[in-house]
């Protein structure tokens, strides 16, 4: 009897890891920066779900990303109420004064950047960067991120950040991933934040702005 064995190319590919490493031109670490890969197939599956918590009346993580059709939920872990909305292009809501969890995550269908905001406290502000891309991920406060599980081979590379200018994205080249793993180091050049002595009103509106100048990833 011959007995013929189909495996699917995922389970031929040859598994590895990106080390990546973000920083300003400054050279000062680089946190909530977000890379996303295009490239051979393999790897995990992106998640479909998320949390974007308030937390002392802030956004947290500050920069979410997700893959395009994730549902979010806007859990609300503070002892006050929160009134979180966007108006931007990729994904206008709005979940009005609540505390708790609302019952229903919103749904993220658009690839873009969401800039989150409160209209109760107005310094509150968050991002949601909505991707089509397979594989994505934030760097921490050292601007360090790892992606594990990546297919060896070539690979487009898209990095994006609140400061970069008009909050569009840039993209980065193409790097080739060994089977042995590859460490890469990425500089950013950044828009300068708002003053600190301007209104807390236009915190809100400048990245608002900003936001309906984005483009779909």
């Not at 920066?33 to 779900?49: D, E, K, N, Y």
């Not at 292009?89 to 709005?94: D, I, N, Q, S």
Request: aromatic fraction near 8%; charge should be negative; proline fraction near 8%.
């Amino acid at each position: 009897m011959l007995l013929l064995l189909f495996a699917s190319p995922v389970a031929w590919a040859v598994v590895t890891k990106l080390d990546v490493e973000i920083h300003e031109v400054s050279g000062k670490p680089l946190a909530d920066a977000v890379i996303t890969l295009q490239g051979p197939i393999g790897g995990p599956s992106a998640a479909l779900s998320a949390n974007m918590d308030q937390r002392n009346q802030q956004f947290a993580p500050h920069v979410l990303a997700v893959h395009t059709g994730s549902l979010i939920k806007f859990p609300n872990s503070d002892n006050i109420r929160h009134q979180v909305y966007s108006f931007s292009p990729a994904k206008r809501f709005e979940l009005r004064l609540y505390e708790g969890t609302p019952s229903e995550p919103v749904l993220f269908d658009k690839p873009g950047v969401v800039v989150l905001g409160c209209n109760i406290h107005d310094r509150m502000l968050g991002y949601v960067f909505v991707t089509d891309d397979p594989q994505f991920a934030v760097t921490d406060a050292q601007g360090h991120v790892a992606l594990d599980n990546l297919a060896a081979g070539e690979y487009r590379v898209t990095l994006w950040h609140p400061q970069l200018k008009g909050m569009l994205p840039v993209e980065a080249g193409s790097l080739k991933l060994p089977a042995s793993g590859l460490k890469q180091d990425y500089t950013l050049t950044l828009e300068p934040l708002p003053e600190q002595s301007a209104p807390a009103t236009r915190t809100f509106g400048d990245a608002f702005k900003r936001a309906t100048r984005e483009t779909a990833q």
